[in-house]
């Protein structure tokens, strides 16, 4: 037996199903794992423990995932299904490539290019009932939610090796208004945010990209003077283009003085300094690159760098 889940509370266009959990090693190897008793889950090495609790609008999910010994671990979470995916579906959420498919698809196409989302997704047929799965907490791995045959895949994807136990949180929801769920979801993750002001400030990047220098800098700060809004901006950061090349973090014609000279301008102006770093990239142009070949990760070919 596994868990059911449904919305209850007498709501129109309710979908009950059922949550199974899922340990998968790559994208097709998925761990067997058989109920020992209540939510408590086992297979070959690995141990699975489901927790379901009503919070707010949504249905909390906790995972708790042991293994005996290190292993890859490619995917983790729960199946939810059958869906019943149907012509009229939509799949939708932080769809990777969301400016080509503006973030909304048929659930029928992203089942068959097993499209996946982050964060967040949702799916079902807008005006009889929408499913939205999501993150409930804070977690080490990246999340991934998919669809694949008739169910909806909902979880994380380390891909890479585990050990250990992992502990994580998912928010199930069921409502016929799209807009109602994600509002209910923002009110259920908003005591994870930021407490006080967001940081704000001035980024080179925006408007300079890799081409800014001190002098740019330094005429910028005078403008943020100048402006109404001016003491709100706390922060200068210099982003790309200050350092020589990647890999080569050293004073050169664009920033002359030492980065740490920099930072006492922008201080001495009455700003909080930020910069960029790429520290584990390295051009391939530059002497850290010919000289110490040794320091790279190597493929076929020989030595990579960016």
Known sequence: MTPAFSTGNGRPGGLASTLAPIVMTDAQTELPLHQENGLHYRGDGVRMELAVSA?????????????????????????????????????????????????VMSARTARDEHTA????????????????????????????????GDSLHAGWKPDRMCAGETACTLLLGIHRDPLVLLQAYGRALAPLGRTGPAPTGWNSWDYYGGAVGMADVRREMTGLRRLRCGDSLRYVCIDMGWEEAWGHW????????????????????????????????????TVLARTRQDLFLRDAEGPRSS
């Open 250 to 285: 050293v004073t050169n014609r664009k920033f002359p003085a030492r980065i740490a000279r920099v930072a006492d301008r922008i201080r001495a102006a009455g700003r909080v300094p930020g910069i960029w770093l790429a520290p584990l990239q390295v051009g391939l142009f």
């Open 55 to 103: 919070q707010g609008d949504f249905h909390s999910v906790s995972l708790r995932l042991q293994l005996d010994n290190p292993c890859t671990v490619h995917f983790f979470g729960v199946r939810l299904g059958p869906l019943n995916v149907g012509r009229n579906d939509r799949f939708f959420g932080d769809i990777p490539g969301f400016l080509e498919r503006i973030g």
């Open 117 to 148: 989302a982050s964060f967040f997704a949702m799916t079902g047929r807008p005006g009889v009932s929408m499913l939205l799965a999501g993150i409930g907490g804070r977690c080490d791995d990246a999340s991934a939610f998919f669809l694949r």
